[in-house]
Nanobody
Framework: VQLQASGGGSVQAGGSLRLSCAAS????????MGWYRQAPGKQRELVAT???????NYADSMKARFTISRDNAKYTVALQMNSLGPEDTAVYYC??????????????WGQGTLVTVSS
């Protein structure tokens, strides 16, 4: 299973970006998908997750500004980020809890996409 993230880039404070991530490979179903981020010198932290049923969970600091969504049929997850600030500068990683066609489950991570917000 591979996860391919896209949509990162540079934006000025107050701007918006939309990240996308597509999963491919031997997928039977995806239980949950999510976004995490890692800023320079900091640990990776939760941004948001979404289950196959649409239940979402956000980090408190991002709840009002970010929206996660997914397309179960296409195995994709997106993150709409609004009102970005310099504190949002980080590498953003998507992940997925996948049940594969062999009957096992595992967590997979994408390669990360860099978001840079300038003041």
């Amino acid at each position: 299973v591979q996860l391919q993230a896209s949509g990162g880039g540079s934006v000025q404070a107050g701007g918006s970006l939309r990240l996308s991530c597509a999963a491919s490979g031997s997928i039977f179903s995806i239980v949950a998908m999510g976004w995490y981020r890692q800023a320079p010198g900091k640990q990776r932290e939760l941004v948001a997750t979404i289950t196959s049923g649409g239940t979402t969970n956000y980090a408190d600091s991002m709840k009002a500004r970010f929206t996660i969504s997914r397309d179960n049929a296409k195995y994709t997850v997106a993150l709409q980020m609004n009102s970005l600030g310099p504190e949002d500068t980080a590498v953003y990683y998507c992940n997925a809890n996948v049940r594969n066609t062999g009957g096992t489950s595992a967590i997979y991570w994408g390669q990360g996409t860099l978001v840079t917000v300038s003041s």
